[in-house]
């Protein structure tokens, strides 16, 4: 298993520019996160999914939009991109069944900057 | 909605020594606390976590414990190794790691030879 993989590792975006950021896990995890990490802070949560067609907003969703048509992939938008969504961005997955948790697994991470 | 404060932020120790830290959160409906690690550059990882019908949980030199009267749980790291240096966040969700999980501000440990 690769895991949780996201694309791109790096990326250096100007002020009003969109772009995808694509998360894929092939553990056959029902849930999928996106978390922001800004520098010396803990993670923050933007959205996330239960399952495929169901997404809900965490505590930072303004700026962001995500979609989730299949189990394996979560990719999350940004809209006309700002220099306050400087950050790096996890995506993660877990398996969860109704009363219990599981594990979130991460991806690597992808580290924009918004100039 | 819940709120997990950390400390302390930073924490040096002699190697073989030990490292404690510790969380408090606010929302009394919280009912499991992972904790992370976090190396340079590299993604968390999950180390140890406790359910809230759990007083305490150990895994080899890694131990956490829970007091829900008081809402707070630490983390316990005995016999330090220069491998252990790392950023560690504690978290705490409502619905045993389902949805929403809220991070702590980290603590970064970094161990002296």
């Known amino acids: 298993n690769a895991g949780v993989t996201q694309t791109p590792k790096f990326r250096i975006l100007k002020i009003g520019q969109s772009m995808t950021l694509q998360c894929t896990q092939d553990m056959n995890h029902n849930y999928m996160y996106w978390y922001r990490q800004d520098p010396g802070m803990g993670l923050k949560l933007i959205y996330y999914s239960v399952g495929a067609g169901i997404t809900d907003k965490g505590e930072v969703p303004n700026g962001y939009n995500v979609s989730r048509s299949t189990t394996e992939d979560f990719p999350l938008r940004l809209e006309l991109a700002a220099p306050s969504q400087t950050s790096v961005y996890f995506c993660a997955s877990s398996y969860s069944m109704a009363g219990t948790g599981y594990e979130q697994y991460f991806g690597p991470g992808t580290r924009l900057t918004v100039t | 909605g819940e709120n997990v404060e950390q400390h302390p932020s930073t924490l040096s120790v002699q190697e073989g020594d030990s490292a404690v830290i510790k969380c408090t959160y606010s929302d009394s409906a919280s009912n499991y606390f992972p904790w992370y690690k976090q190396e340079l550059g590299k993604r968390p990882q999950l180390i140890i976590d406790?359910?809230?019908?759990?007083g305490e949980k150990k895994d080899q030199r890694i131990a956490v414990t829970l007091n829900k009267t008081a809402k707070h749980f630490s983390l316990h790291i005995t016999e330090t190794q220069p491998e252990d240096s790392a950023v560690y966040f504690c978290a705490a969700s409502p619905n045993f790691g389902n949805e929403k999980l809220t991070f702590g501000t980290g603590t970064r440990l970094t161990i002296i030879p």
């Open positions: 406790i359910r809230s019908n759990v």
